[in-house]
């Protein structure tokens, strides 16, 4: 039984979490302060560069805008100061004009950008930085007249300023609040009348730059910046949030939940737990948090505290979390977000796993997927993965799901399946690929079959169906954490094996090649998967080996084998010699975790490697429940069509290659079993999934159409 630490003396307990900001009763109830009377400062309009924006700014313009090459740059610049390049066409002219002012003679681009009869021409938000970090402030009235903020970064003065607070920013551009952010605190001293004007559009969008402002140079900054308008102005200007941590709503949100009965939050160490009331401060900087807009004192508080308990805490705060109609509140996801671990991921797959559209569309449930990703690990990623493959909704959550999988992959120079190939876990196993289990007096080895299923030997090696429960001759704290051990060995590797059995399998029809580096990485040395790997026959090159167990590599004549060429794990039809093979396990006694060595093989007859339609299966009768099977295994239904029936089914077999059945009279989308019985009128090779454009099976390779005479076969040709 786990002992919950003494409460944290006050001393100890992050001050946010004993006096938050809330907690002083700060006047957010008063009337916002106003003050008249007051006026920003006339300033000179001055040009201050962010470190390598002037550079960056005038490589991307000339980039976009290269030079002509052939351009007589005295008699361009001088068609433009005599009028005659307005007889031209406006392209031709704004081409000839960015030449110049990107490349050309400065003297001939300072007359050109000075020359208002061509501003209307030069609009583009790149090419007008390439001018503006080329002639500064001559190129302002430029930025004025053609009206874009994108380009007036560098430029500082009170009008530049009001054009900027006019500005309504949105989701996708914030050119004002970056202009602000840029010029810093000097910014928001030329605003301050606007700071405490009467309530209303333009004040807000003040109190929203002053915030920004505070956020990346500091509210004291900002604070010295306005105190010449005097203590009063310094005092409302406080008022307004430039602190994070006095962002908070009025009234807070009320808890909705029993806090005692939250698990206890320890403090880094694990020597204390947080007090009621902390955790109850806690709860409150959660539910005032989004995973975009966070509440800034929780990771300043979490810091302090045990990373497994606040996994723990974030769990019990997402079951108690009863929001309605979205799959958890927003402070809740963010809470899973920071805080979740492994375990996190490992409770939420299965649940997310089960959701069908209405809670991953209409309730938000896609979000969800974002917990996997943030949490970032290994194990976080191997859940996602699976939800890639086995999440009920496949058109969202599966789809989403590979998405994120592909975009991780593509950081990190990996295919899909590359990073799933890392992604597989050891289960704590040794580098001999067991797992000692130490009761005290006795010791249990775990070994592993062909299924991947876990079972014990004894100190004399007698292999025993379970593990013994701990005796009273056993020690008292050994024994039941070896015991608990295995129990949590089994279920993980119940799990694993599936999705590593199923992948290896759908590698060797696919064919797919590892280097011989991977190979020794990924099976080799792995501490479970070489328990696969060592009963199975692969091939580098023209050589056919094996993995023996003290893992050095044989061919079917037990001579040691080197691999200098990529890796595969062969189909029975790219053997040279199955039934050799065949021999040599027999004699071994090694079990295939699938069949391999005495896999069916099927071919197709000449006539119809010559059609485009299987007329052996035609005409056959399955039950509904084989159509849903094989969806399962990643065919796809198409579209309803009249009477909500879902009337043919295919799979993907190559680029353009699709094996599509019409089914009469179809799967009924509402009541499948209204029609349990479906007829294949139509087995066909196709071009697309609806079954148009003809291709003959000869398209298909041997193993590719072996694979789908033996599911077909399987399906309409059941066993007994």
């Known amino acids: 039984m786990s002992h919950t630490p003494p409460e944290a003396p006050q001393e100890s307990v992050p001050p946010l979490l004993v006096d938050p900001p809330w907690s002083k009763g700060a006047s957010r109830d008063t009337e916002p302060v106003v003050l008249k009377g007051l006026k920003a400062p006339k300033t000179a309009t001055t040009v ?5 924006q002037r550079e960056e700014w005038l490589a991307k313009g000339r980039a976009d805008y290269p030079p002509r090459g052939d351009t007589d740059f005295d008699a361009a610049a001088a068609s433009f100061a005599n009028g005659t390049i307005q007889q031209s066409d406006r392209l031709h002219r704004r081409k000839l004009a960015f030449d110049i002012l990107l490349h050309g003679p400065e003297e001939h681009g300072r007359a050109l950008v000075a020359d208002e009869r061509y501003h209307a021409d030069l609009s583009g938000t790149f090419a007008l930085r390439g001018i503006v970090a080329r002639y500064e402030l001559d190129a302002l009235p430029l930025v004025l007249h053609l009206d874009n903020l ?26 004002a609040k970056d202009w602000f952010v840029q010029h810093g605190p000097a910014a928001i001293a030329l605003i301050v009348p606007d700071l405490v004007r009467r309530p209303g559009p333009k004040r807000e969008r003040a109190e929203v730059h002053v915030r920004s402002v505070a956020d990346v140079h500091g509210g004291e900054a900002v604070l010295e910046a306005v105190r010449p308008y005097g203590e009063e102005v310094v005092r409302a200007v406080a008022s307004l ?31 204390y737990a947080l007090p009621e009331a902390a955790v109850r401060n806690l709860v409150t900087m959660f539910l005032i948090s989004t995973p975009e807009k966070p509440y800034a004192g929780v990771e300043r508080v979490v810091k302090a505290c045990d990373p497994e308990s606040l996994a723990e805490f974030a ?50 449930g896609s979000a969800a997927l974002g917990v996997f990703t943030s949490i970032g690990t290994d194990g976080a990623l191997r859940q996602l993965h699976r939800l890639a493959q086995k999440a009920k909704d496949q058109r969202r959550i599966r789809r989403y799901s590979q998405s994120l999988i592909d975009g991780i992959a593509k950081r990190r120079g990996l295919d899909a399946e590359q990073l799933a190939d890392l992604l597989v ?94 190979f020794r990485a990924l099976f080799l040395t792995h501490p479970l998967i070489w328990h696969i790997a060592r009963r199975l026959v692969w091939k580098s090159g ?126 009924r989308a509402i009541n499948p079993d209204e029609y349990a019985q479906q007829e294949f009128q139509i087995v066909a090779l196709a071009k697309t999934s609806y079954g148009q454009g003809e291709r003959p099976f000869s398209d298909l390779d041997d193993v590719t159409a072996s694979e789908l005479l033996a599911e077909l076969t399987r399906l309409t040709q059941p066993a007994g």
């Open 48 to 52: 201050h560069w962010a470190p390598g």
């Open 542 to 667: 023209e050589t056919e080996f094996r993995v023996a167990e003290d893992r050095t590599l044989a061919d079917v004549h037990d001579d040691p084998v080197e691999i200098t060429a990529p890796v595969e794990l062969p189909h029975p039809l790219r053997l040279t010699a199955p039934a050799a093979w065949s021999e040599v396990f027999a004699d071994y006694e090694i079990l295939q975790p699938f069949p391999q060595l005495g896999r069916p093989v099927h071919t197709l007859t000449p006539e119809e490697r010559d059609a485009t339609r299987l007329s052996r299966f035609e005409g056959a009768t399955v039950h509904f429940g084989a159509i849903l099977g094989l969806v399962d295994r990643g065919w796809k239904l198409g579209d309803k069509e009249t009477g909500g029936f879902h009337r043919h089914v295919s799979r993907k077999l190559a680029d353009d290659h699709y094996l599509v059945i019409a089914l009469d009279p179809g799967v």
């Open 315 to 364: 769990w019990a705060l997402y079951e108690a979390d009863d929001t309605r109609p979205r799959w958890t509140s927003p402070g809740v996801e963010y809470a899973l977000c920071l805080l979740g671990d492994d375990r996190t991921a490992a409770r939420l797959a299965p649940i997310v796993a089960r959701w069908d559209k209405g809670t991953s569309w209409y309730n938000g």
């Open 241 to 271: 949030g430039i602190d994070p941590l006095d962002r908070y709503p009025n009234p807070l949100p009320e808890i909705g939940f029993d806090v005692a009965a939250l698990p206890p939050v320890l403090l880094a160490g694990r020597e």
């Open 425 to 518: 876990p050891d289960l704590g196993l040794d580098a001999s690929g067991g797992l000692t289990l130490d009761y005290g007096p006795r010791r249990f080895t775990v070994g592993f079959d062909e299924h991947l299923k876990p079972f014990v030997t004894d100190e004399d090696g007698k292999r025993r169906k379970t593990l013994p429960k701990p005796g009273v001759k056993d020690d008292d704290t050994l024994a039941p954490a070896a015991y608990q051990r295995f129990t949590e060995l089994k279920k993980e590797a119940r799990t694993v094996t599936a999705e590593q059995i199923k992948r290896l399998e759908t590698a060797m029809v696919k064919g797919r090649r590892w280097t011989p580096d991977e």
């Open 150 to 175: 994108w380009a007036l970064y560098p430029f500082f003065d009170a009008h530049i300023a009001q054009l900027c607070l006019k500005h309504k920013d949105n989701s996708y551009s914030h050119p």
